[in-house]
């Protein structure tokens, strides 16, 4: 068990609205009460650190089973806490589907260090025809339901699936892009897109899937995540049915956040993505929506896929980017240091916004609370060496950048 004294660390706490430096002790794996006695402890001096509660990620492939070259549970457990996480939600398009309690049992079988919380499939095999037992799902550790990749395009179904999961407790997580709209296109209209002759990727794809959504949670009551939103109309959809105080969530992506299309530098399959990376001001509404509080959670979209596989170019690659640990340096870069968001508010988002999703306790430094923290270095300057990732794949388009802020400890 950790025991620990961290000596003058700006504790930051979004579930009190705690923004202070203090001293933080540790003892036996519980934070402590103030002012308890730590003489007996090992001692950090945590000057200039932001302890915060540990990061939670709502949308993380570990490929596992199926594709361990890419990642597995351990290669990617290895890569949060290194990212500053101490609990991830696994997607369940690994291969087979996690559609079986036999899957779940497995993806919790592992002693790792962090907390994983399995995503069950909506439909069996994921192939969008039939509804999986979601009861029996959520029985064995569930803790929600996605065909994450695809989008359960069947409205009857996905209204079952919905009414289904409101009754379990559980949030439906949905990949919102309707097929028939996105076709076979891989990105949105912008110079490359062009110099490379690219089929593209049409806002409406996204707009079109969200809007269906929202009217099934409007029909349902259940607690609905919009995956890796990347579009203005979409946010607009997004704070619509948020102000008719329906429970409808977004998740704002490290790279939708920092990238857009017009920033992609060429044939580079390290760019691609799904959804793709919108326009200029795609990424502007995101980020106002971050701020104003109708994207209440970050998530990384963690996508590993091996070199060979991102290295014949845009159009061959298999759609997504790792992003686990470059998630702190990222959005730090993007919401603190070029939209002056207060720490505490970008914190939340890595936290409390995404333990509210799940219908979980809020992370906290609170006394009592078990110590599941990070320190961050917001001074650090860093730069992004994919070859020394924890993470078994390189698939990222922030290779070489400069970052701010990083995760120097995690402690679970």
Do not use: Y
Not at 90 to 103: A, F, I, L, Q, V
Not at 362 to 386: C, E, F, H, K, N
Not at 396 to 409: C, D, G, K
């Amino acid at each position: 068990m950790t025991n620990l004294l961290l000596k003058n660390a700006r504790c930051i706490d979004p579930a009190r609205g705690v923004d202070a430096v203090t001293d933080l002790v540790i003892r036996d794996g519980v934070i402590q009460p103030d002012g308890s006695d730590a003489s007996d402890l090992p001692v950090k001096d945590a000057s200039g650190l932001i302890a915060a509660p540990g990061f939670w990620d709502t949308h993380v492939h570990f490929r596992d089973p199926g594709n361990p070259a890419a990642e597995t549970r351990r290669s990617g457990a290895r890569a949060a806490a290194a990212g500053g996480f101490t609990h991830v939600v696994t997607m369940p398009n690994t291969t087979p589907p996690g559609d079986s309690p036999e899957w779940l049992r497995e993806q919790l079988a592992d002693a790792l260090p962090v907390t994983l919380h399995p995503a069950a499939c909506v439909t069996r095999g994921r192939a969008g025809r039939a509804l999986a037992d979601l009861e029996a799902l959520a029985r064995h550790g569930a803790a929600a339901f996605t065909d994450d990749g695809a989008m359960v395009a069947d409205d009857a179904l996905m209204r079952e699936a919905m009414r289904r999961a409101k009754t379990l407790g559980k949030p439906i997580l949905d990949h919102a892009v309707a097929p028939a709209t996105a076709a076979d296109g891989v990105i949105r209209d912008c110079p490359a897109a062009r110099a490379l002759g690219l089929p593209l990727f049409p806002p409406e794809a996204e707009t079109r899937a969200i809007a269906r959504d929202i009217r099934l949670c409007r029909e349902t009551g259940c607690t609905l995540l919009i995956q890796h939103i990347s579009t203005a109309g979409g946010v607009e959809l997004i704070r619509a049915a948020r102000a008719e105080g329906l429970p409808v969530f977004a998740e704002a992506s490290p790279h939708h956040l920092a990238l857009a299309a017009e920033d992609i530098p060429g044939d580079d399959g390290n760019w691609r993505m799904n959804p793709p990376l919108g326009t200029r001001a795609d990424r502007a509404a995101i980020r106002a929506a971050v701020l104003d509080g109708t994207i209440t959670l970050f998530a990384t979209d963690h996508a590993p896929h091996p070199p060979a596989a991102k290295s014949s170019g845009f159009l061959a690659a298999p759609f997504g980017v790792i992003g686990l640990e470059t998630a702190v340096g990222v959005t730090w870069q993007a919401m603190v240091c070029e939209e002056r968001m207060a720490p505490l508010d970008w914190l939340a988002r890595w936290t409390t916004g995404p333990a509210a999703v799940l219908g979980l306790p809020p992370p906290t430094l609170a006394p009592g609370a078990r110590a599941d923290l990070v320190l961050i270095d917001p001074d650090a300057r860093w730069v992004v060496t994919p070859a020394a990732f924890q993470s078994l794949s390189r698939n990222t388009p922030f290779a070489a950048l400069t970052l701010p802020a990083r995760s120097v400890r995690t402690i679970r």
